[in-house]
T-cell receptor, first 115, second 113 residues
Protein backbone atom coordinates (compact mmCIF):
# COMPACT_ATOMS: atom_id res chain seq x y z
CA UNK A 1 0.00 0.00 0.00
CA UNK A 2 0.86 3.65 -0.14
CA UNK A 3 3.58 4.59 2.31
CA UNK A 4 4.51 8.02 3.57
CA UNK A 5 7.76 8.39 5.46
CA UNK A 6 8.42 11.31 7.77
CA UNK A 7 11.78 12.21 9.26
CA UNK A 8 12.87 12.81 11.93
CA UNK A 9 10.39 11.17 14.26
CA UNK A 10 11.44 13.45 17.09
CA UNK A 11 13.73 16.43 17.47
CA UNK A 12 14.80 18.68 20.29
CA UNK A 13 16.21 22.08 19.40
CA UNK A 14 17.13 25.30 21.13
CA UNK A 15 15.04 28.41 20.87
CA UNK A 16 16.02 30.52 17.87
CA UNK A 17 17.25 27.66 15.71
CA UNK A 18 15.54 26.20 12.66
CA UNK A 19 14.35 22.67 12.15
CA UNK A 20 13.59 20.87 8.90
CA UNK A 21 11.10 18.02 8.68
CA UNK A 22 10.96 15.81 5.60
CA UNK A 23 7.96 14.01 4.19
CA UNK A 24 8.41 11.43 1.45
CA UNK A 25 5.96 9.32 -0.47
CA UNK A 26 7.88 6.09 -0.89
CA UNK A 27 5.95 4.17 -3.49
CA UNK A 28 3.82 6.76 -5.25
CA UNK A 29 3.99 10.26 -6.61
CA UNK A 30 2.11 12.89 -4.68
CA UNK A 31 1.21 16.07 -6.47
CA UNK A 32 -0.18 17.40 -3.22
CA UNK A 33 0.95 16.92 0.34
CA UNK A 34 -0.60 18.30 3.49
CA UNK A 35 1.00 19.44 6.73
CA UNK A 36 -0.87 19.21 10.00
CA UNK A 37 -0.13 20.22 13.53
CA UNK A 38 -1.56 18.37 16.48
CA UNK A 39 -1.67 19.61 20.05
CA UNK A 40 -1.90 17.11 22.91
CA UNK A 41 -5.24 15.31 22.98
CA UNK A 42 -6.59 17.43 20.16
CA UNK A 43 -7.46 16.91 16.55
CA UNK A 44 -5.33 17.74 13.57
CA UNK A 45 -5.05 21.31 12.44
CA UNK A 46 -4.31 21.75 8.75
CA UNK A 47 -1.41 24.14 8.39
CA UNK A 48 -0.83 24.18 4.66
CA UNK A 49 -1.28 22.39 1.39
CA UNK A 50 1.95 21.74 -0.43
CA UNK A 51 1.87 21.59 -4.23
CA UNK A 52 4.77 20.27 -6.25
CA UNK A 53 6.48 23.03 -8.16
CA UNK A 54 4.46 25.87 -6.73
CA UNK A 55 4.04 27.83 -3.54
CA UNK A 56 2.24 26.24 -0.64
CA UNK A 57 -1.24 27.35 0.32
CA UNK A 58 -1.38 28.27 3.99
CA UNK A 59 -4.40 28.14 6.22
CA UNK A 60 -5.57 31.28 7.92
CA UNK A 61 -3.51 32.10 10.96
CA UNK A 62 -0.45 30.08 9.92
CA UNK A 63 2.66 32.21 9.49
CA UNK A 64 4.16 31.39 6.11
CA UNK A 65 7.47 33.03 6.99
CA UNK A 66 7.79 30.88 10.06
CA UNK A 67 6.68 27.59 8.59
CA UNK A 68 8.47 27.31 5.26
CA UNK A 69 7.21 24.59 2.97
CA UNK A 70 9.02 23.37 -0.08
CA UNK A 71 7.64 20.69 -2.37
CA UNK A 72 10.73 20.00 -4.41
CA UNK A 73 9.58 16.88 -6.21
CA UNK A 74 6.60 14.59 -6.55
CA UNK A 75 7.89 12.50 -3.65
CA UNK A 76 9.31 15.05 -1.24
CA UNK A 77 7.93 17.95 0.76
CA UNK A 78 9.76 19.69 3.58
CA UNK A 79 8.55 21.83 6.44
CA UNK A 80 11.09 24.14 8.05
CA UNK A 81 10.22 25.73 11.35
CA UNK A 82 12.33 28.89 11.39
CA UNK A 83 13.53 30.62 14.54
CA UNK A 84 11.71 28.09 16.65
CA UNK A 85 10.24 29.06 20.01
CA UNK A 86 8.86 26.89 22.80
CA UNK A 87 5.30 27.57 21.66
CA UNK A 88 6.17 25.82 18.39
CA UNK A 89 6.62 22.59 20.30
CA UNK A 90 4.06 20.21 18.89
CA UNK A 91 3.45 17.07 16.86
CA UNK A 92 3.70 17.73 13.14
CA UNK A 93 2.20 15.26 10.67
CA UNK A 94 2.37 15.17 6.90
CA UNK A 95 0.07 13.33 4.55
CA UNK A 96 -0.34 12.66 0.86
CA UNK A 97 -2.70 11.03 -1.56
CA UNK A 98 -1.90 9.36 -4.82
CA UNK A 99 -5.01 10.68 -6.50
CA UNK A 100 -7.50 13.31 -5.47
CA UNK A 101 -10.26 10.88 -4.62
CA UNK A 102 -8.10 8.48 -2.63
CA UNK A 103 -7.67 8.48 1.16
CA UNK A 104 -4.85 10.40 2.70
CA UNK A 105 -1.84 8.42 3.83
CA UNK A 106 -0.04 9.80 6.83
CA UNK A 107 3.53 9.89 7.99
CA UNK A 108 4.26 8.82 11.54
CA UNK A 109 4.67 12.39 12.68
CA UNK A 110 7.49 14.43 14.14
CA UNK A 111 7.55 15.41 17.79
CA UNK A 112 9.25 18.82 18.01
CA UNK A 113 10.38 20.12 21.37
CA UNK A 114 11.90 23.58 21.55
CA UNK A 115 13.82 24.35 24.71
CA UNK B 1 -19.78 24.14 4.71
CA UNK B 2 -18.19 20.81 5.51
CA UNK B 3 -17.68 19.58 9.04
CA UNK B 4 -17.48 16.46 11.15
CA UNK B 5 -18.90 16.07 14.63
CA UNK B 6 -17.58 13.23 16.66
CA UNK B 7 -18.55 11.72 19.96
CA UNK B 8 -16.48 13.11 22.77
CA UNK B 9 -14.34 10.83 24.81
CA UNK B 10 -12.54 9.45 26.47
CA UNK B 11 -14.17 6.06 26.23
CA UNK B 12 -13.14 3.23 28.53
CA UNK B 13 -14.36 -0.29 27.88
CA UNK B 14 -13.61 -3.74 29.18
CA UNK B 15 -12.15 -6.26 26.81
CA UNK B 16 -14.77 -7.96 24.60
CA UNK B 17 -17.28 -5.14 25.10
CA UNK B 18 -19.20 -3.64 22.19
CA UNK B 19 -17.92 -0.35 20.83
CA UNK B 20 -19.80 2.48 19.17
CA UNK B 21 -18.24 5.83 18.36
CA UNK B 22 -20.72 8.25 16.86
CA UNK B 23 -19.87 10.47 13.92
CA UNK B 24 -22.13 12.82 12.00
CA UNK B 25 -21.23 15.13 9.19
CA UNK B 26 -22.37 18.08 7.15
CA UNK B 27 -21.30 18.42 3.56
CA UNK B 28 -22.19 20.53 0.59
CA UNK B 29 -21.53 17.80 -1.96
CA UNK B 30 -21.18 14.03 -1.96
CA UNK B 31 -18.34 13.28 0.39
CA UNK B 32 -16.31 10.20 1.02
CA UNK B 33 -16.13 9.18 4.67
CA UNK B 34 -13.25 7.70 6.61
CA UNK B 35 -12.20 6.45 9.99
CA UNK B 36 -8.56 6.85 10.93
CA UNK B 37 -6.82 5.41 13.99
CA UNK B 38 -3.85 6.93 15.79
CA UNK B 39 -1.77 4.84 18.16
CA UNK B 40 0.33 6.66 20.78
CA UNK B 41 3.22 8.59 19.29
CA UNK B 42 2.32 7.71 15.72
CA UNK B 43 0.65 9.25 12.72
CA UNK B 44 -2.80 8.34 11.50
CA UNK B 45 -3.63 5.09 9.77
CA UNK B 46 -6.62 4.57 7.56
CA UNK B 47 -8.97 2.13 9.27
CA UNK B 48 -11.86 2.02 6.81
CA UNK B 49 -13.71 4.11 4.27
CA UNK B 50 -16.97 4.44 2.38
CA UNK B 51 -17.40 6.46 -0.76
CA UNK B 52 -21.16 6.54 -1.29
CA UNK B 53 -24.44 6.21 0.54
CA UNK B 54 -25.21 2.78 2.04
CA UNK B 55 -21.62 1.62 1.58
CA UNK B 56 -20.21 -0.28 4.53
CA UNK B 57 -16.53 0.01 5.30
CA UNK B 58 -14.93 -2.72 7.36
CA UNK B 59 -11.49 -3.67 8.60
CA UNK B 60 -10.04 -5.56 11.57
CA UNK B 61 -13.50 -6.21 12.98
CA UNK B 62 -14.51 -2.55 12.77
CA UNK B 63 -17.46 -1.46 10.65
CA UNK B 64 -19.13 1.78 9.66
CA UNK B 65 -22.04 2.39 7.30
CA UNK B 66 -22.47 5.56 5.27
CA UNK B 67 -25.97 6.76 6.16
CA UNK B 68 -27.00 9.68 4.01
CA UNK B 69 -30.45 9.99 5.56
CA UNK B 70 -28.98 10.57 9.00
CA UNK B 71 -25.66 12.02 7.77
CA UNK B 72 -23.84 9.57 9.99
CA UNK B 73 -20.89 7.21 9.84
CA UNK B 74 -20.76 5.54 13.25
CA UNK B 75 -17.87 3.22 14.03
CA UNK B 76 -18.69 -0.13 15.62
CA UNK B 77 -16.87 -3.22 16.78
CA UNK B 78 -18.50 -6.20 18.38
CA UNK B 79 -15.70 -7.20 20.73
CA UNK B 80 -12.85 -4.84 21.50
CA UNK B 81 -9.36 -5.87 22.49
CA UNK B 82 -6.70 -4.14 24.54
CA UNK B 83 -4.77 -3.56 21.33
CA UNK B 84 -7.64 -1.41 20.03
CA UNK B 85 -6.74 1.30 22.54
CA UNK B 86 -6.04 4.37 20.42
CA UNK B 87 -7.56 7.62 19.25
CA UNK B 88 -10.12 7.33 16.45
CA UNK B 89 -10.81 10.14 14.00
CA UNK B 90 -13.80 10.43 11.72
CA UNK B 91 -13.12 12.37 8.54
CA UNK B 92 -14.71 13.40 5.29
CA UNK B 93 -13.30 14.34 1.95
CA UNK B 94 -15.24 16.37 -0.54
CA UNK B 95 -13.99 16.48 -4.09
CA UNK B 96 -15.93 19.67 -4.51
CA UNK B 97 -13.50 21.40 -2.18
CA UNK B 98 -10.34 20.07 -3.78
CA UNK B 99 -10.25 16.89 -1.75
CA UNK B 100 -9.61 18.76 1.44
CA UNK B 101 -10.07 16.52 4.45
CA UNK B 102 -12.15 17.54 7.45
CA UNK B 103 -11.46 15.74 10.72
CA UNK B 104 -13.49 15.26 13.82
CA UNK B 105 -11.92 16.04 17.17
CA UNK B 106 -10.96 12.42 17.82
CA UNK B 107 -12.21 9.95 20.40
CA UNK B 108 -9.78 8.31 22.76
CA UNK B 109 -10.52 4.66 23.46
CA UNK B 110 -8.97 2.70 26.30
CA UNK B 111 -9.69 -0.99 26.59
CA UNK B 112 -8.92 -2.58 29.92
CA UNK B 113 -8.31 -6.30 30.41
Amino acid sequence: GAVVSQHPSWVICKSGTSVKIECRSLDFQATTMFWYRQFPKQSLMLMATSNEGSKATYEQGVEKDKFLINHASLTLSTLTVTSAHPEDSSFYICSAARLNWEPLHFGNGTRLTVT
Amino acid sequence: GNSVTQMEGPVTLSEEAFLTINCTYTATGYPSLFWYVQYPGEGLQLLLKATKADDKGSNKGFEATYRKETTSFHLEKGSVQVSDSAVYFCALSDQGTGNQFYFGTGTSLTVIP
